[in-house]
């Protein structure tokens, strides 16, 4: 049997990195080796993958956040092409519109390989924040990331959506609606859930007993951290007795450690210490309006927890208002304390969205979706063996 072969470029391929990576990692981890043979080309990564090859480029860290870094396939062009034509691709699978990303559309595009994609973050939602001090240069930032993306995008066979909301404002943009396939994210059901309670750790934390809120992202300015802090404010002006606990690292967690000093700052956790975080506190708290999909909501409603979180970017998509969750205002900190106060002390709602949230999480399967990726792998190496006759 010939396997199909597909080239896959990211520019970082490390498990745990970022929301990005973890879903890319739940394909690679699947990958049925006798019937698909990749060749991952990366930024930052190892030498091999599952036992894939894995090439690296040299890089170059962005200067707006320092712990990511671009690849900049241009300085060896040469021994990636080579590689490539050795290789013979079927399909070209492109994480990101980068330059990388444009390297591998354009070596595609020449060669008539179908290229498919996956949207794993919503760029443009970032703009706010790296031009806050430039607020004159927002609207032409924004004009500048569209068009790039709607060039990248419409250039593609398929492109994974993660959520419908993601999908609206992606047509918007002027990317065809015709190439787009929703395809969301999956689960562990066995990693996130109820059972992890450890309330003895928690207290181990806190020191105390008080009801725990919980934020689980990656501390970088994007996250809507701004409005973090007046949330804080807001429970720290009314008084209540609560902790509020801050899980994730990142450049921002100084800022964040000194405008919340009473808050518990766990630093970046595994996904284990994380489940068990998640199914002992008491709310989760999530104003980002710049997610993709918003894994961490699924993760929480999958441990059993009541969600307050921001009305817009994918994540909203999870949310029931009132029915499974609360969803606020994006920037209105008394928005989120009220609903705060609300849960703490409605416990036949908290219970209600506790069900409701469980029941949704449950219906969030990898297998199915990674399943889905590959069925339409084949659809694509079909398709380029038509072109080619």
């Known amino acids: 049997m010939t396997k199909i072969k597909v080239a896959f470029f990211a520019e970082i391929l490390i498990e745990d990195f970022d929301g990005a990576s973890r879903t890319m990692f739940q394909i690679i981890k699947r990958i049925p080796s006798e019937e698909f043979e990749f060749l991952f080309i990366c930024g930052t990564g190892p030498d091999q993958l599952y036992g894939f090859d894995c090439i690296r480029m040299p890089?170059?860290?962005?200067?707006?956040?320092?712990?990511?870094?671009?690849?900049?396939?241009?300085?060896?062009?040469?021994r990636l092409k080579t590689k490539l034509q050795a290789f013979a691709p079927d399909i070209i699978h492109i994480a990101t519109p980068s330059i990388l990303g444009n390297f591998g559309l354009k070596y595609a595009r020449r060669r008539q390989i179908p290229v498919i994609s996956i949207y794993h973050t919503h760029f443009i939602s970032y703009i706010d924040y790296y031009f806050k001090h430039a607020p004159f240069l927002i609207s032409t930032a924004k004009s500048l990331v569209a068009d790039s993306q709607k060039s990248f995008y419409n250039q593609c066979d398929l492109v994974y959506v993660p959520s419908e909301s993601i999908s609206s404002e992606l047509v918007e943009m002027g990317i065809n609606e015709r190439l787009m396939k929703l395809w969301k994210r999956g689960l562990d059901a066995n990693l996130f859930s109820p059972e992890k309670k450890n309330f003895k750790a928690l207290h181990k934390i806190t020191g105390n007993s008080d009801p725990c809120i919980l934020f689980a992202s990656r501390l970088v300015w994007e996250k809507n951290l701004e409005t973090l802090f007046e949330i804080y404010d807001e429970i720290t002006k009314e008084g209540l007795a609560v902790n509020l606990l801050i899980a994730g690292d990142g450049i921002a967690r100084k800022a964040c450690e000194q405008r919340m000093p009473q808050a518990f700052f766990l630093g970046h956790k595994g996904h284990q210490e994380l489940a068990a975080i998640y199914a002992s506190v008491d709310i989760f708290l999530f104003p980002s309006v710049s997610e993709t999909y918003g894994n961490v909501v699924l993760e929480a409603m999958a441990s059993g927890i009541p969600c307050v979180i921001a009305?817009?970017?994918?994540?909203?998509?999870?949310?029931?208002?009132?029915?499974?969750?609360?969803?606020?205002?994006?920037?209105?900190?008394?928005?989120?304390?009220?609903?705060?106060?609300?849960?703490?002390?409605?416990?036949?709602?908290?219970?209600?969205?506790?069900?409701e949230g469980l029941a949704l999480s449950r219906s969030c399967s990898w297998d199915q979706l990674v399943n889905i990726y590959f069925d339409d792998l084949k659809k694509l190496s079909e398709y380029h063996v038509l072109a080619a006759v």
């Open 59 to 78: 890089t170059i860290t962005l200067p707006v956040n320092h712990t990511y870094k671009m690849a900049l396939p241009a300085l060896a062009q040469n």
């Open 311 to 355: 009305d817009g970017g994918g994540s909203a998509d999870f949310i029931n208002h009132g029915v499974n969750g609360f969803k606020c205002e994006p920037y209105n900190a008394v928005d989120y304390a009220e609903k705060i106060e609300i849960l703490l002390s409605d416990k036949t709602l908290r219970d209600r969205f506790i069900t």
